[in-house]
Each structure stands twice: as structure tokens, then as C-alpha cells.
């Protein structure tokens, strides 16, 4: 599940889509990562899936969401 600007986005709804291994590319180092996991950072990465692309953010599950309400 991904947090797009458009809403969240089931991966497993989009068919013939194969999330990466390892994850989705980004251009975080190591530090900036833990920062995300931790809810310390938020970054904003293109995805490309299957007829189009959109924009995610990468932050913890459990953190973003109660910060705002904006989902």
C-alpha cells in the first residue's frame, strides 16, 4: 500500500504490478531512510505503475497518518 496524492493505492488491485525488490528506488542515503522509518522525515518519490505514474510518500505506517488529517 502506498500513500499517493491521489489517496492510497493498493498495489494488489493494479494487475500485472510487481513491487520491486528491495523496495521502490529513491535517492535516500542510509541515514535519511532511518529518518523515514522513524517518522522523523517524510519524502516524496514518482512511481511509475501500469498505465500512468503518480507521486508517493515514503514515512512509517503508523506515524503520518495520525499526524494529519489530511488522509
Known amino acids: 500500500m502506498l500513500y499517493c496524492s491521489c489517496g492510497v493505492l493498493e498495489l494488489d488491485d493494479i494487475k500485472d504490478f510487481k513491487e520491486p525488490d528491495g523496495g521502490f528506488e529513491t535517492n535516500l542515503n542510509?541515514?535519511?531512510?532511518?529518518e523515514v522509518e522513524?517518522?522523523?522525515?517524510?519524502?516524496?518519490?514518482n512511481i511509475l505503475i501500469p498505465g500512468g505514474f503518480g507521486w508517493a510518500e515514503a514515512f512509517p505506517f503508523t506515524a503520518y497518518p495520525k499526524e494529519t488529517c489530511e488522509y
Open 30 to 34: 542510509h541515514n535519511e531512510k532511518l
Open 38 to 45: 522513524k517518522g522523523e522525515r517524510q519524502e516524496t518519490f
